[in-house]
């Protein structure tokens, strides 16, 4: 058998996240091929239906990226998105998923090394708990 | 507007789980704007019917819906939500309860050829105002007699816990019911305002009591206006 490739989205914050990226593709830096990039322009603009969506469409795991707490660009956009991720992590729970599935995260600056860790312990998190018993 | 919450998603799971073909719908006024039944969280509870129904293998159709106002027909006669509702083995109403009796019975008057199960996704709460961002707190039990005009427009009805119309009872401590320490004394309010608009007056005669029979408890209450008619 095969090993279990899991398939995880990543919404990834503009001015942070993205800019990490960018620095972690320059620099060489390599993270998980599992992984797909969302990006928004804050991540206080996702909503809960689009972390539950993202499940049924046959994401494995979840990840919501956005800058260091008091760095939002648009202030508060990351306490937002936080919060969301909570009660999604909740809904998902009642749904029969594990919660663990889901994560917020931040990096700092253009905070590549930072980025490619979350990512890349994500994928190792998701490739423990298994496929989404919702799409396999 | 009128203040509800979700049901626990195990109490709607159990009320549908029977049935293959579910259609969820929204109400755009206020449950919406107490985000509880708004088009959110329709989207929100389909997932999640959704993400339960295929984890346990079974093959369910959830549709979306929405209406802008689930108590008025005039919102509801709209043919793609009746053709929604004609498909559906059994509806989930996200508005209130009186969303979910209305839509009760229109659903049923307008399709003949088999009865519309509606069964409710909110528990429908109270008549509030939106204090802050996510918080809501009741203001009105709708006594049919208002009394706001003695009492410097804080209701006595609804926020003294005894509904005292001569307060404060001996339990007002510090501005706060014995209830508990977050609840504000409605009378220590009302006093406070009629102190500051010069009326304090007005409380000293003895309110006798209150006419009831405007209120609930004589079956359901209605207005009929004759000049709206024809
Ligand atoms: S059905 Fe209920 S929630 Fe919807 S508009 Fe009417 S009163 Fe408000
Ligand atoms: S006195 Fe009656 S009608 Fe007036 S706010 Fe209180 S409960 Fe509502």
Not at chain 1, 21 to 46: E, M, Y
Not at chain 2, 13 to 23: A, G, H, K, N
Not at chain 2, 153 to 178: F, Q, W
Request: aromatic content about 6%; hydrophobic content about 40%.
């Amino acid at each position: 058998m095969t090993e279990f490739e899991p398939k995880i989205i990543a919404f990834c914050c503009h001015y942070c996240a993205l800019a990490a990226a960018d620095v972690a593709g320059k620099t060489g830096l390599q993270f998980s091929p599992n992984i797909r990039i969302i990006r928004v322009l804050c991540t206080g603009k996702i909503e809960v239906p689009h972390l539950l969506k993202a499940f049924e469409s046959g994401a494995d795991g979840v990840v919501v990226i956005s800058c260091k707490f008091g760095e939002c660009y648009f202030k508060e956009g990351n306490f937002r998105a936080q919060k969301k991720v909570e009660r999604a992590q909740s809904l998902l729970q009642e749904a029969g998923l594990k919660p663990e599935r889901l994560l917020f995260d931040f990096v700092p600056g253009p905070g590549a090394k930072k980025f490619v860790d979350i990512l890349n312990g994500m994928t190792e998190r998701v490739r423990s708990l298994g496929p989404n018993p919702s799409v396999h | 507007m009128i203040v509800a919450e979700r049901k626990p998603f195990s109490e709607i799971l159990s009320m549908v789980e029977d049935y293959s073909r579910i259609l969820v719908v929204g109400c755009g006024s206020c449950v919406t704007i107490c985000m509880a039944g708004g088009e959110e969280e329709v989207k929100i509870l389909s997932s999640q019917l959704r993400l339960a129904f295929k984890k346990n293998k079974k093959d369910i159709e959830v549709e979306e819906a929405m209406a802008l106002r689930q108590c008025d027909d005039e919102y509801m006669n709209n043919p793609e939500l009746i053709n929604k509702v004609k498909k559906a083995d059994i509806v989930i109403s996200m508005a209130c309860g009186i969303g979910v009796q209305h839509a009760t019975a229109f659903f049923n008057r307008i399709i003949t050829d088999k009865p519309i199960k509606i069964v409710p996704g909110l528990n429908t709460t109270f008549m509030g105002a939106n204090l802050d961002v996510g918080v809501w707190e009741e203001r009105c039990v709708g006594c049919g007699d208002c009394v706001l005009e003695k009492t410097g427009g804080i209701c006595p009805i609804t926020r003294c816990a005894k509904s005292l119309l001569n307060g404060p009872c001996g339990g007002s401590s510090n501005g706060k019911c014995e209830i508990n320490k977050e609840t504000d004394c409605a009378w220590h309010l009302i006093i406070e305002r009629l102190e500051a608009l010069g009326e304090l007056d007005r409380i000293k005669p003895i309110e006798m009591y209150k006419d009831w029979r405007p209120s609930h408890d004589g079956g359901p209450r209605k207005i009929i206006r004759e000049d709206m008619r024809i």
